[in-house]
């Protein structure tokens, strides 16, 4: 049985709390299945229902919620674990969009640095310049190639901007123009009624310095040559044609293409760019340029005029020109070249390319503008000329060194040169001849010579009869290869005189022997594959652009006239006759064209196609190509 119970007194206060201060403070109970009607779905739903289960009813939900329940809601859905997920994710997210951007822009640097690498190689800029004006002056005279912007047209407005900017920092003494003086050490500019200011005095600045000032001058030239008479908006700062703007002098203007802006008014319109003679007078006036510079700007300035209608003033500017090849004689040396007629003389022994150059512009002059009997003494003389100049030491017809015989250390050298190339700078080229040395035979002048001498054909073939002075001169072609004296007769020996020697010289640039003659023989083969392979000097690529270009303009020319002589020939065959003339040429096989030269323009017609071919497949071997819109020469048979 069990012991009886003790009792016991209460445990101390100390030991057990009482249950009376509990009661008293005891929590309000919240049951949750006992919720407000805030947090039910449905009032008779029997499952228990947890406020962060289930979205709020629209019923029930205020229409305005406060920023301690929007905090409230954004608590209870950022759980530790989904900020942990988001944080993860949007660390992840910047890392590659920095690895990305980082990517792009490393790829755009290298791209960037290839290309003006590229251009650098292509256009080589002076080496004190400071950065910015180098890549100024790269980027611009690629932007002048038509393949640079992929429409295949070059944008002129822009390409003139860029040259106007890189003028302003080399012309700058606080930037690239360092030092740079006025003429006659005046103070200010010296300004010229209608041109602008006048160049500067840089003879203190280094060659490469000078020279590639010159070339963005010369660039100037040829923006503000191709936006003459062109406006831009002054609003919009936009170039447009002048066709496209309404004006008084305008009233029916054109369409803007499909996808331009919009065309001006004529009160918003100035001037796109400065005329081109303020650049080339800039240059004239330039204390600095050598002779062959100044010789070049002279004659573009005149080439201009001349295009412009300003026949005078383009004569005076050719004038300036021999004037500038005349004052860069020596002392001492005088009657080269008679300053009223232009012909050089024949006891001339100090003869530069400058002259020549002067002097066969000069001639072009006259002949394009009808002046045959000046322009063919001065053509006469340039022959005589170039025939009489002595051959130089140095002239090897060589394309470039003989390929190495073993093919590995060929292989290793190309790719040792490459490899040497991409970490080595190029250095800047060597200055091009001035032009005031005398001049000696080489390639060059011989396909100068070919040229000369289709000139002179030409102009021969236009006129109605042959001057005295070229049947007793000795340049003249032999009577062998003459028909008659006739104008057209002596033209046409001209002309096949110059395809033959412009064709053998043509040949004689690949001739794989170095020590024979440009001129020693006529019927070369072909050069072989491994000579055309080698990399070939400047002044052989000079020389084989031109005597291609004189080639198919002189077979052209040649082309054309006999075409004309057999015209006139079938007219002659094929005009009516009286009827004792008529009886005349059938008893005494008389008539107007004798029986032994009928049919001669025509067997001739079928030898000057036979010769293009041929040229065709020489020109193709060589890998020439010529300009399709090129004038046949002075009087444009072409």
């Not at 040829?222 to 002054?234: I, M, S």
């Not at 991409?422 to 040229?451: F, H, K, M, Q, V």
């Not at 040949?507 to 392979?533: D, E, Q, V, Y």
């Amino acid at each position: 049985m069990y012991p009886p119970r003790i009792h016991k007194g209460r445990l101390s206060t100390m030991l057990r709390p009482s249950r009376h201060s509990k009661l008293l403070h005891r929590p309000n109970p919240r049951p949750f299945t006992q919720n407000s009607q805030l947090f039910l779905i449905s009032p008779t739903s029997p499952r228990p229902q947890l406020p962060f289960l289930h979205s709020p009813s629209n019923t029930f939900a205020p229409r305005t919620i406060t920023r301690k329940q929007f905090q409230l809601q954004l608590f209870r859905l950022l759980t530790t674990e989904r900020k942990t997920y988001i944080r993860e994710q949007a660390w992840t997210a910047a890392k590659y969009t920095a690895y990305g951007w980082t990517a792009i822009a490393l790829v755009a640097t290298i791209l960037f640095g290839i290309e003006n690498e590229r251009l650098e190689r292509k256009f080589p800029s002076p080496r004190e310049w400071s950065w910015v004006s180098r890549w100024l002056y790269r980027s611009t005279r690629g932007e002048e190639l038509p393949q640079a912007n992929g429409s295949g047209l070059v944008d002129w407005a822009k390409t003139g901007q860029d040259y106007r900017q890189l003028l302003e920092r080399l012309e700058n003494i606080k930037s690239d123009g360092k030092g740079l003086r006025p003429l006659l050490g005046v103070d200010g500019d010296i300004y010229m009624v209608g041109v602008g200011k006048s160049g500067f005095d840089i003879s203190f600045k280094s060659e490469p310095w000078r020279r590639g000032y010159y070339e963005c001058l010369m660039g100037a030239t040829r923006a503000a040559e191709h936006l003459d008479t062109w406006v831009r908006d002054k609003t919009r700062n936009v170039a447009f044609p002048p066709e496209v703007v309404l004006s008084p002098s305008n009233p029916y203007p054109k369409p803007v293409p499909y996808g331009a802006k919009t065309a001006p008014s004529a009160e918003n319109c100035e001037p796109a760019f400065e005329s081109p003679e303020h650049y080339y007078m800039k240059i004239l006036t330039t204390h600095g340029f050598n002779s062959r510079q100044r010789l070049d700007a002279a004659l573009s300035y005149a080439d201009w005029l001349e295009f412009k209608g300003l026949t005078s003033s383009a004569e005076d500017m050719y004038d300036w020109g021999l004037d500038i090849a005349m004052g860069a004689l020596p002392l001492g040396v005088n009657n080269v070249v008679d300053i009223k007629t232009g012909v050089i003389s024949q006891q001339a022994t100090h003869i530069t390319p400058n002259i020549l150059l002067a002097t066969t512009a000069l001639a072009r002059h006259h002949a394009q503008n009808h002046h045959l009997s000046t322009a063919l003494p001065i053509y006469l003389s340039i022959l005589r000329a170039q025939r009489s100049l002595a051959s130089s030491p140095s002239y090897s017809r060589t394309s470039g060194p003989p390929e190495p015989s073993d093919t590995e250390a060929s292989v290793l050298s190309l790719f040792a040169s490459f490899a040497r190339s991409l970490l080595i700078a190029p250095s800047y080229p060597d200055p091009p001849p001035s032009g005031d040395l005398p001049a000696t035979r080489n390639s060059i002048t011989t396909c100068e010579e070919a040229a000369t001498m289709a000139n002179i054909g030409e102009i021969l073939f236009a006129s109605s009869t042959v001057p005295s002075f070229i049947l007793s001169d000795s340049t003249h072609p032999s009577p062998s290869t003459r028909k008659a004296t006739s104008a057209q007769s002596s033209g046409l020996a001209w002309t096949r005189e110059s395809v033959a020697l412009a064709e053998q010289t043509l040949h004689s640039l690949s001739t794989p022997n170095p020590g024979s003659s440009p001129i020693s023989t006529r019927s070369s083969a072909l050069p072989p594959t491994s000579l055309r392979s080698q990399k070939p000097r400047r002044e052989t690529i000079i020389a084989r652009q031109r005597c291609t270009e004189c080639l198919l303009s002189s077979m052209q020319n040649w082309k054309l006239m006999v075409a004309r002589l057999r015209a006139q020939e079938a007219a002659k065959r094929e005009a009516p006759q009286s009827s004792g003339s008529a009886k005349r040429g059938w008893f005494w096989s008389g008539g107007s064209v004798d029986v032994e030269e009928e049919g001669l323009w025509e067997r001739e017609a079928e030898m000057v196609e036979a010769k293009s071919k041929e040229v065709g497949r020489l020109v193709k071997e060589e890998g020439w190509l010529a300009d399709e819109g090129a004038r046949g020469g002075v009087l444009g048979f072409a």
